[in-house]
């Protein structure tokens, strides 16, 4: 299972880099504007600094939401960089620009995905990765990882090629069930990853052992 990181801010990035266990990164409209990021060239200059940082995909999301505003804003964060992806929304506009996308061979992500019929259009119109938004759902009063395990299922059933990519991750048992279930991709919070190092055994048995190291020397 691959793991990016659900963040704009470059010490987080960097910070989930360094562990070695970075696979890429996603970003929305709303974490961008987080980090204070304004005006045109200041966003696409962001993504070159993400991209500068990590060695895998790093998704960028369109703002447009027709057809010719998509694929040009897409044109031009593909042309930033081979790692960025072109986020793109599921919409009527959005499933054509993908296909055009994947016909020129420009790598996309279908984001703000909460149903199978949604991630089953994703894939005939040929999207490199499909995010659900699982926390999101949850907080609808489902279970979010109920649609991972359907598209899984549905993926399986026709050998698509686009990559699940579970998104609106939140807390460390989230990604845990996402690699039981079989997502290819988790996208968390910096904490929610850094989450699954925690265990209170660990650290008590560290503390024994540091303390009987003492007894050595
Ligand atoms: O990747 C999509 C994600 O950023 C949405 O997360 O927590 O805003 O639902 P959240």
Do not use: W
Request: proline share 3%; aromatic share 6%; net charge negative.
């Amino acid at each position: 299972m691959k793991f990016f990181i659900d963040t704009a801010n470059l010490a987080q990035i960097q910070e989930a880099h360094d562990l070695g266990i970075l696979d890429g990164v996603t970003t929305n409209p709303s974490l961008m504007a987080k980090e204070g990021i304004k005006g045109y060239d200041a966003v696409m200059q962001h993504y070159v600094n993400i991209c500068n940082i990590v060695d895998g995909d790093v998704s960028a999301e369109v703002l447009g939401t027709t057809f010719d505003d998509i694929v040009r804003e897409g044109e031009e964060l593909a042309a930033l960089s081979p790692k960025i992806v072109v986020k793109v929304p599921m919409i009527k506009e959005g499933i054509k620009a993908i296909r055009y996308f994947s016909q020129k061979g420009i790598k996309t992500n279908c984001t703000l995905v909460f149903s199978a019929g949604q991630a089953i259009l994703a894939a005939k119109a040929g999207a490199t990765y499909v995010s659900p938004f699982i926390g999101r759902i949850d907080d609808s009063g489902h279970d979010g990882l109920d649609l991972i395990e359907q598209m899984v299922q549905i993926y399986d059933n026709y050998s698509f090629q686009t990559q699940i990519l579970a998104a609106s991750v939140r807390n460390s048992l989230h990604i845990i069930k996402c690699a039981e279930i079989g997502a290819d991709v988790i996208t968390a919070p910096l904490d929610a990853i850094v989450a699954l190092l925690n265990h209170p055994l660990t650290d008590n048995g560290l503390a024994k052992f540091l303390a009987d190291a003492k007894k050595m020397s």
